[in-house]
């Protein structure tokens, strides 16, 4: 009952073969080996497994593979390579972000989306952050490193790398 | 005054971490693996018959039954020594005593036929009981036992009234101390089981290597403590294990011990023969495999007219669910800390862990002391108010502070304190969050009401000691000096998140004088580390920084003989190390000598070159004090008195660590010990329904964590470190992780109760407790 | 055996078949002609439901990408959105924020940004919870119902869509085509408020709140609440003794009365009791910032 998918990730076309009740964040994972797409919930509450679909920050483990055939995703170790997505590690790294490291990759897809936005009220960004839960940090140096990175970038709109569907 | 310690670095692991590309448990993949699943009890209290595994295995599924794996008790946390250790857990269980216990396994070549052949297990219930699930039903006579025998070590010891372990202590002369007394509170609290919610659910992989080792990849805090589980269970020697440190995604005690998934993937490998993947869903983690201690506390203490502490009595009863983790050391750490916490002329105590058919119960952030702390911080605010004392200085008057003896882990860990900076952050807190201002709730008015509350509280470094004790605690370190010069930092000690091993690189880099970015801490495994026992009782820095440091130490001692072979000095005593910044290396030199300098790297090589040997250490090293790092936290909260919603407003979070290692990091630990401890105070509750299903919580959907949203943001949280410096740890350090969130409760308690003048003596405190209680319970 | 054996968060563990219709018509004769198959659109509560098994479904018919279920217009005298619009459109659409503010209010605070991307209204309506923070704004403002069967459309008030928890009119075969919202011709006031456990979560009690005020006393007021019945509800009866009272006698009386228009339980986020008491004093809260609205002019039309 296998059915083939054809979509970009993380810029690059990628065709793949998948059974029809696996999730986003099983092919990602268990079928194109994208491990930086992490479960935690598989229902949504906790944003570990946040990717970009078309631009949009989105729980893979609740969106159906099928969908996604022509549409463009991204996932964090891509973005962590963009020139915006560099400025926000940084930034994290700068100001102890970074603690167990299992929520981290999904804050950096929601930071990174909401930054390409264009959202520069710190705020907003903890509003887009509430479907991303981290048990060690108490989000206070994630918003930190959300604020330096405000001031990294400036007055410019970074490019969102991943926003246009592909069809 | 130092060149690393107390400066900025960004962690060795941060880029692969916020990138996703650091591989977890769950991440790691062997090729040929077969995937598990587990077969859970769908009962509370059942005796299981036959367990049919053909249609199982028809679907192409291994299959592992009680009758596959040794039949052996145990106990998954190897902390204790042999002799205190109680043993009534099974790999998988034929008597399951909580929903949930695993009963069987299967292992399939995808995870679909895996699931299938889960589904496809049959099991004969012979019996059903009906649970047992309050713990002051459960000790009554006529309740069935829920062991009826365990073993203690290589001991059977009857188990009388479901009562898992008891401790009794007195010291002092409570009725004098009574009789003295102008005031006298007593009051009971309850605390709820609670979920860890460590992000990263439990999990392991197994393979076997062509010889025959065993090599596990898991969820643990202690990777030297499962190696022997597994040796003890399994019967492998232990040089054919070995267990590779991965990442971890959050303890926060949750895998303090080895978790029961590690021994069932175990189990599958080596009947399959075959690499096995057993990782847990998020609700059977949350709702199958562990939660914390559930506590109902009864304080007595009292106080006289002026001011002084006279005694304080503590009734404790812990449910423990359907096994021990740790029923006994529990008993005895919340004695520690509650005899620590101040200055009791008399004592007494009484502590019974009780069993009950609950999923089993193990440590969580702070061992008890959250807990205690809320009761007695409670209390004492009381006493203070009846004798209309400022509640800061009847603390300062009254607490365990310099000089005096400090319980630890219980009693067999004293120490004698040496740093205190209570003093410190008791004024510099009460200044930034404004206690002057703070107001009597009866002079409030008005829906939305402000209030004020304090929290002091303690944790542990680690669980040494001068005598050997009860407790295992000990830990080990190698450090290893390339031919460049660069160098190899190599240990067992797992680091939960808060950046201990940044913290031991920097140790190191200190003691060598070289940058941080040139020590690697190196992934490794029970073959290539010595033992360390576990990182829990917040000891990484002050324990495993304090044997980094050591092998350092040792290092640097070779390299000055070496440098001074080269340097053609009389003595190594003779040089001095620096760090050159220019150089960017550590710089060996004869003072007044401008040609009597080499770098360290210079030195290694040199060293190779001519066949000098390798400069390296290997060291073990126990803790001989456990001194304990002080915090004081200021909490300002708002209550809307119609939907008796609370809202932080500041916190003003001290902490006394000794020397800070690492700022950034250690404030880290400083907001999320506030944020779990928050949680505990306002949100975490698992309960359960009359069948032993935990009510209503069966997913992350209702067990609900404070958002970015919910906490106070960083403008409103401001962290005080007070200038202490402890003669034990390295270069001055105590340990931190656990301090962080122990106050927080109480601080929250005595703002809420400061903001609408009712207490609550029940966690959480949700905002329809918090309702009731203004409304006067109507 | 199945309970929570059955379970699998990580994997649905339910056999499907997949299928992207590629238009309306099409998506109704697989839903005619497949035995089991369900309507999919964001996922974002289906999804869960089939790795519980509270759902059982053989074969999904995605609907999210249908450009005819997908849009947000401006007719004459109404609004309609699309079933597949999802919140995240219904949230920034300038339409929605001039013509609907109550409902883009209401949108804005559903779930977290990474579901808003997801969920639709359709969904949101369909899946029928009764804490759904579609249902009170489009009950207040008498939104109605396109729902399209190979049989024909027909028009439903949402008033009458909701039959019980989880429970609608819809039959198996239907697709909710589009929610249509009339348009009044005066100036209202309105507030969509909610309590919960955290900003990222279901309702425990939701209040959605249209107010119209002439000369100080209340010319008109709607008033919905969800999570406190067994469907969203209309609070007709306080609605109906709160209209032509001078505002702050209407704002005691709806507060006092909204007591009788709803049915409260206890479950896992909150108590009968709560939910009663509170109902109340978010009653009288959105009436308040309704009213202040009104009179700032930031106006629904």
Redesign the interface.
């Known amino acids: 009952m296998e059915m083939r998918i054809r979509f970009r990730l993380n810029g690059v076309v990628t065709e793949v073969d998948i059974e029809p009740h696996e999730t986003l964040l099983n092919v990602l994972r268990d079928k194109l080996k994208v491990k930086s797409v992490k479960y935690g919930c598989g229902i949504g509450e906790c944003g570990s497994c946040t990717v970009l679909l078309d631009g949009d920050p989105v729980v893979s483990c609740l969106v159906m593979a099928a969908k996604v055939d022509g549409s463009e995703v991204a996932t964090p170790d891509y973005i962590a390579q963009t020139e915006l997505g560099k400025a926000i590690v940084d930034s994290m790294l700068e100001e102890g972000a970074v603690q167990c490291g299992y929520c981290i990759p999904g804050f950096l897809v929601t930071i990174y989306a909401a930054l390409a936005r264009g959202i520069r009220d710190v705020d907003e960004m903890r509003k887009a952050m509430v479907g991303n839960i981290c048990r060690c940090t108490g989000y206070v140096n994630i918003v930190r490193a959300v604020k330096k990175t405000l001031k990294r970038i400036g007055s410019q709109t970074p490019r969102n790398a991943v926003e246009r569907p592909f069809r | 005054m130092y060149n690393f310690v107390g400066r ?1 670095f ?2 060795h ?12 448990t ?2 790691i ?1 062997v090729p040929g693996m077969l995937y598990g ?1 587990i ?2 009890s ?1 009962y509370a209290f059942a005796r299981v018959g036959r367990i049919d595994t053909s249609s199982a295995e028809a679907l192409g599924a291994v299959a592992l039954t009680p009758d596959d794996v040794p039949d052996k008790l145990f106990n998954p946390r190897l902390l204790s020594v042999e002799e205190d250790t109680y043993k009534d857990w099974r790999v998988l269980a034929k008597v399951p005593r909580y ?2 216990e695993p009963i069987a396994a299967v292992a399939a070549p995808t ?2 036929t895996a ?1 299938r052949a ?2 496809a ?3 004969e219930f012979e019996e059903i009981y009906d649970p047992i699930l309050d713990p002051f039903k459960a000790t009554s006579p006529t309740a069935r036992p829920i062991h009826e025998r365990i073993l203690r070590g290589g001991r059977w010891v009857e188990v009388r009234n479901n009562i898992a372990a008891e401790l009794r202590y007195s010291e002092g002369y409570l009725e004098t101390e009574e009789e003295r007394s102008s005031v006298v509170v007593e009051r009971k609290f309850h605390v709820p089981r609670r979920y ?6 439990k999990g392991a992989v197994c393979k076997l290597e062509p010889d025959g080792t065993l090599v596990v990849w898991t969820t643990t805090q202690t990777i030297h403590n499962t190696k022997i589980l597994i040796s003890q269970v399994y019967g492998i020697p232990m040089n054919r294990i070995d267990v590779r440190k991965v ?6 005690g949750s895998s303090i011990h080895t978790n029961l998934v590690t021994l069932i993937a175990v189990g599958l490998c080596l009947k399959s023969r075959k690499p096995v993947k057993l ?1 847990l ?3 059977e983690d949350m ?2 495999d562990h939660v914390s201690f559930e506590f109902y506390m009864r304080v007595r203490a009292g106080a006289t007219k002026d001011g002084s502490i006279t005694f304080g009595e503590l009734e404790n009863v812990i449910d423990v669910g359907a096994h021990q983790v740790q029923a006994y050391p529990i008993l005895g750490t919340s004695l520690g800390w509650f005899i620590s916490l101040y200055k009791w002329r008399a004592v007494r105590y009484y502590g019974r862990s009780v069993y009950t058919n609950k999923v089993p119960s193990c440590a969580i952030r702070g061992y008890g002391a959250p807990e205690i702390t809320w009761a007695v911080e409670t209390v004492v605010d009381e006493l203070a108010e009846e004798l209309k004392i400022d509640p800061l200085e009847f603390r300062l008057a009254n607490y365990r502070g310099k000089g005096e003896i400090f319980w630890g882990q219980g009693p067999t860990v004293k120490s004698v304190i040496r740093s205190d900076g209570v003093p410190e952050l008791m004024a510099r807190g009460s200044e930034l969050i404004g206690w002057k201002r703070r107001e009597s709730p009866k002079v409030k008015t008005g829906r939305f009401r402000r209030g004020i509350g304090v929290g002091r509280g303690f944790h542990t470094s680690g669980a040494g000691g001068p005598l050997s004790g009860a407790i295992i605690d000990y830990t080990g370190a190698i450090v290893k000096v390339n031919e460049d010069g660069s160098v190899d930092y190599i240990t067992a000690l797992q680091d ?4 201990t091993l940044d913290a031991h690189a920097k140790i190191i880099a200190e003691e060598l004088k070289i940058p941080p970015s040139r020590v690697r801490i190196v992934w490794s495994g029970t073959s290539t580390t010595v033992y360390d026992v576990c990182t829990h009782a917040s000891r990484g820095v002050f324990a495993g920084g304090e044997a980094a440091r050591r092998a350092a130490l040792e290092v640097k001692k070779k390299v000055l003989e070496y440098a001074s072979r080269i340097l053609d000095a009389v003595s190594p005593e003779a040089l001095r190390i620096e760090y050159d910044r220019e150089l960017d290396d550590a710089a060996i030199f004869v003072e007044g000598a401008p040609d009597k300098r080499i770098t360290l790297s210079e030195v290694a090589r040199t060293a190779w070159q001519r066949n000098w040997g390798s400069i390296s250490a290997s060291v073990s090293y126990r803790a001989t004090v456990a001194p304990p790092s002080f915090t004081v936290y200021f909490v300002e909260v708002e209550v809307d008195t ?4 609370v809202r932080p407003i500041k916190v003003v979070a001290g902490a006394d660590v000794g020397t800070v290692i ?1 700022p ?2 250690a ?2 630990q400083i ?6 401890g928050w949680s505990w105070a306002v ?1 975490d509750e698992v309960s359960y329904l009359e069948n032993g299903v935990p ?8 067990y ?11 403008d409103d ?1 401001v962290v005080v470190f007070a200038s202490t410096y402890e003669p034990y740890g390295p270069f001055g350090a105590k340990g931190l992780g656990e301090a962080a969130s122990n106050p927080v409760i109480a601080a929250v308690a005595n703002a809420i109760y400061n903001a609408i003048g009712v207490r609550l003596y029940e966690i959480p405190m949700t ?2 407790r918090i ?2 209680a203004i ?1 006067g319970g109507d | 055996m199945l309970s929570i054996n059955a379970f699998n968060t990580y994997r649905i563990p339910q056999q499907l078949k997949y299928f992207k219709p590629g238009n309306l018509q099409e998506a109704l004769e697989i839903l005619e002609s497949v035995e089991g198959a369900k309507v999919i659109a964001g996922g974002t509560d289906l999804v869960v439901d089939l790795k519980y098994r509270r759902v059982e479904a053989r074969a999904l018919v995605d609907i999210s990408r249908l450009s005819e279920l997908r849009f947000i217009k401006l007719g004459d005298g109404y609004v309609e959105i699309g079933s597949a619009a999802t919140i995240r459109e219904i949230a920034e659409s300038g339409v929605v924020k001039e013509k609907l503010p109550l409902l883009a209010e209401a949108a804005e605070s559903l779930g977290s940004w990474q579901i808003r991307n997801l969920a639709t209204v359709g969904g949101n309506l369909c899946t029928a919870s009764p804490a759904a923070d579609t249902a009170p704004p489009l009950l207040a403002y008498d939104a109605e119902l396109e729902l399209v069967s190979s049989r024909g459309v027909r028009i439903v008030p949402l008033g009458k869509f909701f039959t019980g928890p989880k429970k609608t009119v819809i039959e198996r075969a239907e697709i909710l085509r589009s929610v249509r919202v009339p348009l009044t011709p005066r100036t209202y006031g309105w507030c969509f408020i909610k309590l919960r456990r955290t900003s990222f979560d279901i309702a425990k009690v939701s209040v959605a709140v249209l107010l119209r005020v002439e000369g100080g006393f209340v010319a008109d007021v709607r008033i919905a609440l969800g999570s406190v019945a067994p469907t969203p509800v209309r609070a007709r009866s306080a609605e109906k003794l709160a209209i032509g009272l001078k505002f702050e006698d209407a704002v005691r009386v709806a507060s006092e009365r909204v007591a009788g228009d709803i049915s409260p339980i206890d479950d896992a986020r909150s108590t009968a009791w709560y939910r009663l008491q509170t109902s109340k004093v978010l009653v009288k809260d959105a009436m308040w910032r309704a009213y202040e609205r009104f009179l700032g002019a930031g106006a629904w039309r």
């Open positions: 900025s960004p962690r692991d941060g880029f692969a971490k916020a990138s996703g590309l650091a591989e977890f769950f991440d993949e699943r077969l859970k769908p929903v949930g995870e679909d699931q889960l589904e297990l049959r099991v860890h919610t460590q992000l990263e659910p990442p971890l995604g959050g303890g926060f990782v869903t998020r609700e709702v199958h939960h998140g808060g950046g119609e939907t008796g919603v690492s950034e990091l404030a880290g907001h999320g010990g506030f944020a779990i949100g009510a209503h919580r069966m997913s992350l959907a209702d609900k964590l404070p958002t970015s949203m919910d906490l106070p943001s960083d949280f905002p329809e309702l009731r409304k």
